[in-house]
């Protein structure tokens, strides 16, 4: 069974643009969930989507935003970057059964000069 | 608002010793994740620690996890340079289950010849 892939891997962008971040779960997993990586701060929850709703949100701006499709795959968009959004950014899918365990993607490296 | 603490953050052992990692979360909790992460590299799931007493084994690792104490530990026995990593733990906050996990900020394992 494929992993859960995301991509682009690694992206360098300016200041003031803005970034999709793409992640396709495992195949019949329908709940995804984004993390920002980051040395100063380590893991922090962004959001959780299932069946196209968002249904938890993390202490984010606004300039984080993301959705999900009809497939399960899902995005996350970043407006008006700043240099302290450079991060890993981790997507997680899960098949909300139990044991509810997370399963990370490689991740997509953002690097904001 | 949920808090995961671990101890220590950093770990520097010679191969062949001993050592556990602690994790410590403040609200009530009985399910907790282990997770490996090697440099420039995504999160690998490691145990699932679903009730108070669970004990779980892989090789050289045991995790174990008390909720009444808000406490896991991750025993490493007669260490190997092959587990140098970053060790977290993540308590499961969502309202429902596995919706967002509050990660601790990680233990930095380095094992020596």
């Known amino acids: 069974k494929a992993g859960v892939t995301q991509t682009p891997r690694y992206l360098i962008k300016t200041r003031g643009q803005q970034v999709t971040l793409s992640c396709s779960p495992i195949?019949?997993?329908?709940?995804v969930s984004w993390y920002q990586q980051t040395p100063g701060q380590g893991l922090q929850f962004l959001f959780e989507y299932f069946s196209e709703t968002q249904r938890n949100k993390g202490n984010f701006p606004g300039r984080f935003s993301g959705r999900q499709f009809s497939n399960s795959r899902s995005e996350m968009n970043v407006s008006t970057l700043e240099l302290g959004d450079s991060a890993l950014y981790l997507c997680?899918?899960?098949?909300?059964?139990?044991?509810?365990?997370?399963?990370f993607g490689p991740g997509t490296r953002l690097t904001v000069t | 608002e949920l808090k995961v603490e671990q101890n220590p953050l950093f770990l520097s052992m010679q191969e062949g010793k001993n050592y556990t990692i602690y994790c410590n979360y403040s609200t009530t909790s009985d399910r907790l994740y282990w997770y490996r992460q090697d440099p420039g590299k995504s999160l690998e799931s490691l145990f699932v620690?679903?009730?108070?007493?669970a004990v779980k084994q892989e090789g050289r690792l045991m995790a174990s996890l008390d909720t009444k104490a808000r406490l896991s530990t991750l025993h490493i026995t007669a260490a190997v340079h092959d587990l140098s990593a970053t060790y977290f733990c993540?308590?499961?906050?969502?309202?429902?289950?596995?919706?967002?996990?509050?990660f601790g900020p990680g233990t930095r394992l380095s094992v020596l010849p």
């Open positions: 620690l679903l009730s108070n007493g």
């Open positions: 993540a308590v499961d906050a969502g309202r429902n289950y596995g919706q967002n996990f509050v």
């Open positions: 195949s019949g997993h329908r709940s």
């Open positions: 997680a899918s899960s098949l909300l059964l139990e044991p509810y365990e997370q399963y």
